[in-house]
T-cell receptor, first 112, second 112 residues
């Protein structure tokens, strides 16, 4: 079992839909949770960063962390064609910043 | 542009040749990371530096791989005697010593 599991999709939704992306993990030491967006042939771009359990909102994006279930989510409201990309979850146990452990990424396609 | 810069963007080489990639991090960031990403996978950690000190190396970093950050600024990643299995996107990220990391656009290596 990998430390971080993420359904690769692909996930296809119409414009305006609410999108839910999820990751599960096995290492209870993880405390820092990130979501990255990666367009084709580009580097990952940091979207959201959350510490421990709880919710964080930034515009159309909401990140949720449930440490008791070892489950994190990213919600995208009013999805746009420009949101079409691969979304990667990443986690770390260390505040000082050591290696991030990534999921495989979920490919999202938003059609107009 | 004040982001992470990687050069070259694409490198094509023949099996057995040596290649070197360069990463220029965000100037105030003391931590620099190298990751490798293959198609359909999330980035996998290779190594990281705090200033000029290489603090951690993954078991993925075979003897053919070497990384340096001579003055705590830019970094180079060299692969000797390249193999077809080395074909991947090599990503560099930097951080001010916090869990969130900021990625460059990557160097895509193709070994023929």
């Amino acid at each position: 079992q990998k430390e971080v599991e993420q359904d690769p999709g692909p996930l296809s939704v119409p414009e305006g839909a609410i999108v839910s992306l999820n990751c599960t993990y096995s290492n209870s030491a993880f405390q820092y949770f990130m979501w990255y967006r990666q367009y084709s042939r580009k580097g990952p771009e940091l979207l959201m960063y959350t510490y421990s359990s709880g919710n964080k909102e930034d515009g159309r994006f909401t990140a949720q962390v449930d440490k008791s279930s070892k489950y994190i989510s990213l919600f995208i409201r009013d999805s746009q064609p420009s949101d079409s990309a691969t979304y990667l979850c990443a986690m770390s146990a260390d505040q000082a910043g050591t290696a991030l452990i990534f999921g495989k990424g979920t490919t999202l396609s938003v059609s107009s | 542009d004040t982001g992470v810069s990687q050069n070259p963007r694409h490198k094509i080489t023949k099996r057995g040749q040596n290649v070197t990639f360069r990463c220029d991090p965000i100037s105030e960031h003391n931590r620099l990371y190298w990751y490798r990403q293959t198609l359909g996978q999330g980035p996998e950690f290779l190594t990281y530096f705090q200033n000029e000190a290489q603090l951690e190396k993954s078991r993925l970093l075979s003897d053919r791989f070497s990384a340096e950050r001579p003055k705590g600024s830019f970094s180079t990643l060299e692969i000797q005697r390249t193999e077809q299995g080395d074909s991947a996107m090599y990503l560099c990220a930097s951080s001010p010593g916090l869990p969130d990391q900021y990625f460059g656009a990557g160097t895509r290596l193709s070994v023929l």
